[in-house]
């Protein structure tokens, strides 16, 4: 891993630290007007999610990690993870879904998926601001019931339930912001 100084941060840099695994949301280098110079730091553990606030020396080296982006498309859910087969190689590996969290709510079968790797280990993905799922199961709108700005819920093929206008119907595809999980548009 090569060193990089601190005074180089810039946000979604992944660092190895003693923390662990760490990304970078957030950094402000501050010059006070007596003593030296430091940098203020937002970093994620990219494994556990916490979030930790530290403080740096201007130019102190701390290790960068290198992540390598792979394309995989999602194979099938089996009881223990999902399984991805690379693109390249075919070769398959099934990953916990503890791993990629909620991002596994806009996963579907056959779809291709930019997963980070650090090493053989994957430590997340990398989704489109938006997909398109389709509708499940949900309540038929009622008739009258026209209130402006009126939603129900809907569930979607991979299992997530969003609030829809009552004129989203059973079979409908939809588009869905997968930063909020929320209803965009119908597709």
């Given at each position: ?94 990953v916990a879904a ?10 579907i079968e056959g ?39 009126a939603r129900k ?35």
């Amino acid at each position: 891993m090569p060193p990089v100084s601190t005074n180089d941060l810039k946000t979604g840099m992944t660092l190895e630290l003693d923390l662990g695994l760490v990304q970078v949301v957030d950094f402000q280098h501050v010059k006070p007007g007596k003593g030296h110079a430091f940098v203020r730091s937002t970093l994620k553990n990219v494994r556990t999610g916490a979030v930790v606030d530290r403080t740096f020396r201007s130019d102190e080296k701390v290790e960068r990690a290198i992540i390598d982006k792979r394309e995989m498309q999602f194979i099938y859910g089996e009881p223990d993870g999902l399984v991805f087969m690379d693109n390249e190689t075919y070769e398959q590996m099934t990953v916990a879904a503890a791993t990629l969290g909620d991002y596994t709510n806009f996963i579907i079968e056959g779809e291709s998926v930019v997963l980070l790797m650090y090493g053989n280990e994957v430590v997340g993905c990398e989704l489109p601001a938006s997909v398109v799922l389709a509708v499940a199961q949900t309540d038929p709108g009622v008739q009258g019931d026209r209130v402006s700005g009126a939603r129900k819920p809907a569930t979607l093929q991979t299992g997530l339930v969003v609030q829809v206008p009552l004129f989203v119907e059973t079979g409908d595809a939809l588009k869905i912001d997968t930063r909020t999980a929320e209803y965009i548009t119908r597709a």
